[in-house]
């Protein structure tokens, strides 16, 4: 048996997306995105702070109320903002994909 879903985030070839329903193997898949991301590996070769060239560097951020900001490279609270896999917050790669996602720009 292979575990497809945590392989492909393994090797970052998969996003995480919270599922509040089916949390049995949550902390296992949050640990493989969060190292894949980490390492920049799949998908995140092209994405994250160290390798800033306009990709997926928006941090989407989901408030303790349920409200959806976006905060880009430069804002005022950009290097102070952590995506937090467990609270939905996610890598967006355009402002169009965060808009899209209900994600409204954050004070800058």
Do not use: M
């Amino acid at each position: 048996g292979t575990f497809v879903n945590l392989e492909l985030l393994e090797e970052g070839y998969a996003r995480f997306y919270l599922d509040k329903q089916n949390i049995l193997y949550q902390d296992e898949l949050v640990e493989a995105a969060l190292s894949a991301q980490e390492d920049f590996s799949g998908l995140w070769g092209s994405c994250g702070e160290d390798q800033f060239d306009g990709k997926c560097l928006i941090k989407g951020n989901v408030d303790r109320l349920g409200k959806k900001y976006y905060h880009l490279p430069g804002d005022k609270y950009y290097s102070q903002t952590k995506v937090n896999l467990l609270k939905e917050d996610q890598w967006l790669c355009t402002i169009e994909e965060a808009e899209a996602k209900n994600f409204h720009r954050a004070i800058q």
